[in-house]
């Protein structure tokens, strides 16, 4: 047997007042079929007209809910209804009910997310700006207290961060100089100015190849290494444990990473380009016959002393600006390990991006300075 459909009448009474009459089977498989019910109970006047419930044999929720909203999600001042169904409606008068999200045009969305974006990089911006005061306050303390100066931690930093990188560094240069020099010498054939390749090896290497290539391996190996340190520190809490002692974390945290990276990055950057000339020197030799004796008296006329102080200059910035955004996304790390890995990998990619910034900077600032 088959449900009784619902069922929507008018009744006149006695006193020239309508009354409307549900009955039936009222849930929601059955509503389906029958859509124009809500449109007729929301076209009768609510408080002008009896309603009769009485007669509904089944009544779920999502039917009560229908019948709620069509009331104006109040109920009749004249209401009759069995008290089992008079549970459901005051379910729906104890909870309100969640109105559903406007859907936002691609326009807005993509404003919204702009106006994100740019605030939360303002706000670390200013954090940014904020550690390095932070810096320099301690160093100006330092000055005034040289017995305070963390020689071990700066001294484990430079260790960590520049001797144990001196292998991949080398490696790494080495590779880069053979392919610069095999590729440039494809193309100095067809002019026949095999020559030039110790102009273009000199300069390309000591100028830029070799300090950018230096901080991109100290961004990903050595500053990733710092943040995850600060997080592991946030997540046992050991920084509160430096708090609690009075011990202060820029002090004993970021001013020996900012110093140690500060001073070995340059010498990291003369070690790469070293390693990357010696790799230079050895496909030119195999691919153009040219002798390491040759290479090595032309490099000093072709490439003029400035650049190697331009590249030092710029090594230098790249490892304080490597340590202070290593520092601050360590100290933004949340006490658990999604959070270590997220910031993390911000670190990386930050550092890695500031890096090729600063080194746009000062190719534009320096362009006509230190060329032959």
Not at 80 to 100: D, G, N, T, V, Y
Not at 237 to 263: N, W
Not at 290 to 308: A, C, E, G, M, T
Not at 316 to 331: E, P, T
Request: aromatic share 8%; hydrophobic share 50%; glycine share 6%.
């Amino acid at each position: 047997m088959t449900d009784p459909a619902p069922k929507l009448s008018i009744v006149e009474l006695e006193h020239s007042q309508a009354c409307v009459k549900l009955s039936g089977c009222w849930y929601l498989r059955n509503l389906i079929t029958a859509p124009e019910l809500s449109r007729k109970i929301s076209s009768y006047p609510i408080k002008e007209v009896e309603w009769d419930m009485s007669a509904i044999e089944v009544l779920d929720s999502g039917s009560a809910l229908i019948l709620w909203k069509a009331w104006g999600k109040s109920l009749p001042p004249v209401l009759k209804m069995k008290p089992e169904h008079q549970r459901l409606f005051e379910r729906w008068q104890a909870q309100s009910i969640p109105e559903a999200a406007p859907v936002s045009s691609k326009a807005s969305l993509v404003v919204k997310y702009t106006y994100e974006f740019i605030t939360i990089f303002w706000a670390q911006f200013l954090e940014l700006i904020a550690l390095l005061g932070q810096l320099i306050l301690d160093i100006g303390y330092l000055m005034l207290h040289p017995g305070d100066i963390p020689w071990s931690e700066i001294s484990i930093t430079i260790y960590e961060s520049g001797v144990r990188a001196l292998g991949i560094t080398a490696l790494v240069g080495f590779l880069i100089g053979i392919v610069l020099s095999y590729l440039s010498a494809l193309q100095l054939k067809i002019f026949g100015a095999e020559v030039y390749i110790i102009n273009i090896l000199g300069l390309s290497i000591i100028r830029e190849l070799g300090p950018l290539l230096a901080a991109i391996l100290v961004a990903g190996r050595s500053g990733s290494a710092m943040t995850a340190q600060i997080g592991i520190m946030r997540v046992t809490e050991e920084l509160d444990a430096l708090s609690a002692m009075g011990i202060s974390h820029s002090l004993r945290l970021i001013l020996p990473k900012v110093l140690a990276l500060t001073v070995i990055l340059p010498l990291l950057s003369v070690w790469t380009s070293a390693m990357a000339l010696v790799g230079g020197m050895f496909s030119a030799q195999s691919t153009l016959d040219i002798s390491y004796q040759q290479f090595f008296l032309k490099i000093p006329d072709v490439v003029p002393l400035f650049n190697v102080f331009i590249g030092l200059g710029k090594s230098a910035v790249f490892g304080l600006m490597i340590a202070l955004i290593a520092c601050h996304f360590g100290f933004r790390i949340k006490p658990n390990t999604e959070s270590l890995g997220n910031e993390t990998t911000n670190s990386v990619v930050a550092a890695i991006t500031v890096v090729i910034m600063v080194d746009a900077v000062f190719a534009i600032l320096f362009m006509g300075v230190g060329m032959p």
